[in-house]
């Protein structure tokens, strides 16, 4: 089955910085979505991104589909405590389908 | 307006009794999906169902589990015979029209099989 392998899988970093990470597929999708999970909560949806090589942005956060269709990144600039949790990116294929979900970048953010 | 209702949020459970999770989708919202997230994993599709019928199961063990959403009333996922395996949490989401892109998710079942 499709596979969806993230990175990096965690991140320590100083309030203020810039972060990123991405995702890679072994297959393409059509739709690519990046999710954040709180403890003990599902997941939220941050971003949705519908085709090649967009662009996307949400508030601090931006994220980009990539040309090829089987990979995308997300950026989270001037990061906040409150950006603490762990981020997911999701694979479709077509709306209304399941997702595939890669394993999660466990962002730790110091004051 | 309330989101998608997942209870109970936590369940404890014996090895070899059933596991019964109730998910009442958004209102209005007649799909209906099923993931399971193991400690530190990403989450894994499970089932899709729409009212009454099941469209996607491909992600459901062959054994033990099984799933329906009746005309009324809520979405269940019932696991029978639990084992230690099964401790996970267990995530429902729910659109509209199964044209959505990236539903919305309860916040889930935590199950503990002891």
Not at chain 1, 25 to 47: A, C, H, M, R
Not at chain 2, 40 to 47: D, Q, R
Not at chain 2, 53 to 79: H, Q, W, Y
Request: charged share 20%.
């Amino acid at each position: 089955g499709q596979q969806l392998n993230q990175s990096p899988q965690s991140m320590f970093i100083q309030e203020g910085e810039d972060v990123s990470m991405n995702c890679t597929s072994s297959s393409i999708f059509n739709t690519w979505l990046w999710y954040k999970q709180d403890p003990g909560e599902g997941p939220v949806l941050l971003i949705a991104l519908y085709k090649a090589g967009e662009l996307t942005s949400n508030g601090r956060l931006t994220a980009q589909f990539g040309i090829t269709r089987k990979d995308s990144f997300l950026n989270i600039s001037a990061s906040i405590p409150s950006d603490v949790g762990i981020y997911f990116c999701a694979g479709q294929l077509t709306s209304g389908s399941r997702l595939t979900f890669g394993e999660g970048t466990q962002l730790t953010v110091n004051p | 307006n309330a989101g998608v209702m997942q209870n109970p949020r936590h369940l404890v459970r014996r090895r070899g009794q059933e596991a019964r999770l109730r998910c009442s989708p958004m209102k209005g919202h007649s799909h209906v999906y099923w993931y399971r997230q193991l400690p530190e994993e990403g989450l894994k599709f499970m089932v899709y169902l729409q009212k009454e019928n099941i469209i996607d199961e491909s992600g459901m063990p062959k054994e033990r589990f099984s799933a329906e959403f009746p005309k009324e009333g809520p979405s269940i996922l019932r696991i029978q015979q639990v084992v230690r395996g099964d401790s996970a949490a267990y995530f429902c989401a729910s659109s509209a029209t199964g044209g959505d892109y990236g539903y919305t998710f309860g916040s889930g079942t935590r199950l503990t099989v002891v």
